[in-house]
């Protein structure tokens, strides 16, 4: 089976601006979670989408926000851009309670 | 300026000795737990993961404990090999849904 993928992998955004990173889970996986990866916080629980309803969200301010479709591909969105969300996203699939990871997008808000 | 971030701690063994790396988790109510392996520049890679109803679980080179008394996790590495430098973290589970939280990690260095 093909792995998490995330797209793009790598991305440059000036402040102000909003983003969308996108993950397509494991196939056959319907659960997608999403984290963000800083040095300064470490690995940090975003939001997770099973079956295109969000089921459960971290803390973070309303600027971040996803969905999910049919096909279980989640979408994230920052709006809004600060300098603090420059960080690796990364997105989670599961099936049970084992989620695997994908490769991140690394996200630099200039 | 200069950014401050997370103290990693480190371990460095030697090639062919056994790692152990541990961690303290917060909840009580957690049900399951998780080790990762994170490469640089890659996604967390999972590796084991027991439930809180056990307190050992064997994988290939790999063994995981749980106290859940004190609230500890240990990952045993047998005969560490250069591949498994890189970052190890924890993951606890509490509640429902798929919602994880993650230890601070450590750097494991292997020496050759």
């Known amino acids: 089976k093909a792995g998490v993928t995330q797209t793009p992998r790598y991305l440059i955004k000036t402040r102000g601006q909003q983003v969308t990173l996108s993950c397509s889970p494991i196939?056959?996986?319907?659960?997608v979670s999403w984290y963000q990866q800083t040095p300064g916080q470490g690995l940090q629980f975003l939001f997770e989408?099973?079956?295109?309803?969000?089921?459960n969200k971290g803390n973070f301010p309303g600027r971040f926000s996803g969905r999910q479709f049919s096909n279980s591909r989640s979408e994230m969105n920052v709006s809004t851009l600060e300098l603090g969300d420059s960080a690796l996203y990364l997105c989670?699939?599961?099936?049970?309670?084992?989620?695997?990871f994908g490769p991140g997008t690394r996200l630099t808000v200039l | 300026g200069e950014s401050v971030g997370l103290h990693l701690p480190t371990l460095s063994v030697q090639e062919g000795d056994n790692s152990i790396i541990n961690c303290a988790y917060s909840?009580?109510?957690?049900?399951?737990f998780i080790w990762y392996k994170q490469e640089s520049g890659k996604g967390p890679q999972f590796i084991i993961d027991i439930r809180s109803n056990m307190d050992k679980r064997q994988g290939q080179r790999v063994t995981v404990l749980l106290n859940k008394t004190v609230k500890h996790l240990s990952l045993q590495i047998a005969a560490t090999q250069p591949g498994d430098s890189a970052v190890y973290f924890c993951a606890e589970h509490t509640g429902g849904g798929n919602k994880l939280t993650f230890g601070t990690g450590t750097q494991l260095k292997v020496e050759l």
């Open positions: 989408y099973f079956s295109e309803t969000q089921r």
């Open positions: 989670a699939s599961s099936s049970k309670d084992t989620q695997y």
């Open positions: 196939s056959g996986h319907r659960s």
């Open positions: 909840n009580s109510a957690s049900d399951y």
